[in-house]
DNA sequence: CGATCCAAGCTAATAGAATTAGCTTTGCAG
DNA sequence: CTGCAAAGCTAATTCTATTAGCTTGGATCG
C-alpha cells in the first residue's frame, strides 16, 4: 500500500479547505481524513488532537489575512488604504468563511503561532491607521473601530444575518466610509 | 423517584444558562440533562433533537435582545436613543455572551420564531434610526451600519479579541458616537 | 547492495455524545 | 378508584475522538 505523503502543514490545508466547504463548526477528523485518503488514526501522525489543529487552522487564516491586508495597502495612504484595506478583509473572509470564522471563533492564547498571527493583522491596521495623527488611546480606539465595523459586517454577512437583498456591497462602502470619516475628525 | 417537572420551556432556559456559563459550542444534552437532574435521553420528551434546541435558544435570545433594545429606546430618539440602544445592545451580549453567541452563529431560516425574532430586531434598530431623515436603501445602510458596529465589538470584545487592556468602555463609546455622526451627514 | 531504523500508516480497543426503541410509573381526569 | 397520556428510565446503536501497539515503506549508512 502506498504511502499518502502527508504532513502537518497539508493536514491543516485540508481542515482549512474543509472549514470553507462545510463550515468551521464542522471541521471533524473524520472528514479530513477521508479527504486526505487515510484512515483518521493516522491523522495523529501529524497532529496532536483535534482543538491543536484548529488553532493551526486559525492561525493559518492569521496569517493570511494579515498578508492579505498588507498587500492591498502597499503604497497606498490615509483613505486610500482604509478603503482598499477594507475591501481586502472582506474580500478574504468571503472567499475563505471558514478559515475566517476560526480567526475569530478559536481560543485563545494557549498557542504562541496564533498570538504572533493576531498581533501581524492588528500591527497592519495600525501601520494604515498612522496617517491620521492618531495617538495613544486614540490610536487604539480608532483601530478597535475600524476592525470591529469590518469583523461584524463581514460576519453578518457569512451568515446571512442580512435579511434583505438590498446592495450589500453598497452597504459595506458607506460603512467603511462613515467610520473613515469619524476617525479622520478625531484629530 | 419524583418528577423533575421539566417543560420544554425550561430546559431551553436552561440549556441558555448552560451556553452563558460554558459557551454556545459547548451545549451538550448530557450537561443538560445532569442540570436539570435528569438522564439524557429523557430531554427527547420535550425537544426533537440538539439542533432544535439550539434554534430554540437562539430564538430566545434573540427575543430577550429586541425587548432589551426596545426598552432601553422608549421615549428617546435621534443620538439620544442610539446611544442608549448601543448600550443595551451591549449590556445583553456581556451578560449573557452564550446566547448572545447563539443570535448569529445558529442555523437560520429553518424555524419561524426564530425568523421573526430576528425580524423583530431589525424593527427596533430601524424604528430608533427613524429620526434620521432616512429612507429607501439609506436607511437599510444605515441599520445595517450600526447592527455592524454594536456586533463586531461585542462579538471581539466576549471572544477576547482586544489584547490590550485600554479602556474598553471608552473604545465603544466612541465607536457609537462615529457612526452616529456618520448616519446623521448621510440625510 | 543489503541491513537497519524511524516514521507513516494500519487495526483494535476505549470512552463519550446523540439518537431511537421500548418499558415503567406517575399523577391527573373521569 | 381506574385508566391513560406523558415523563422518566434502561438498553442498544451509531458516530466521533483518542490511545495503544503492530506493520512496513523507504531513506540512510555501512
Redesign the pocket.
Known amino acids: ?7 502537518p502543514a497539508k493536514v491543516v490545508e485540508e481542515a482549512a479547505a474543509l472549514a470553507d466547504e462545510t463550515g468551521w463548526d464542522n ?5 479530513i ?1 477521508a479527504r486526505c ?6 491523522l ?3 497532529i ?4 491543536a489543529l484548529r488553532l493551526e487552522v486559525s492561525t493559518l487564516a492569521l496569517r493570511e489575512l494579515a498578508t492579505a491586508m498588507a498587500d492591498a495597502v502597499l503604497g497606498k495612504s490615509g483613505s486610500d488604504a482604509v478603503l482598499a484595506l477594507s475591501a481586502a478583509y472582506r474580500g478574504y473572509a468571503l472567499a475563505h468563511p471558514g478559515r475566517y470564522a476560526g480567526t475569530v471563533a478559536a481560543p485563545t492564547g494557549e498557542h504562541q503561532g496564533q498570538l504572533e498571527a493576531a498581533a501581524a493583522v492588528l500591527r497592519v491596521v495600525e501601520a494604515t491607521l498612522a496617517g491620521y495623527g492618531l495617538t495613544g488611546d486614540d490610536a487604539v480606539d480608532a483601530a478597535r473601530a475600524l476592525r470591529a465595523a469590518l469583523h461584524g459586517f463581514v460576519h453578518l454577512e457569512i451568515n446571512d444575518a442580512f435579511g434583505l437583498p438590498a446592495d450589500i456591497d453598497r452597504s459595506y462602502r458607506r460603512l467603511v466610509e462613515g467610520i473613515d470619516a469619524a476617525m479622520a475628525s478625531w484629530v
Do not use: C, D, F, N
Open positions: 500500500m502506498p504511502r499518502a505523503g502527508l504532513s471541521i471533524s477528523l473524520a472528514a481524513a485518503g487515510v484512515k483518521l488514526p493516522s495523529y501522525k501529524h496532536a488532537s483535534l482543538e
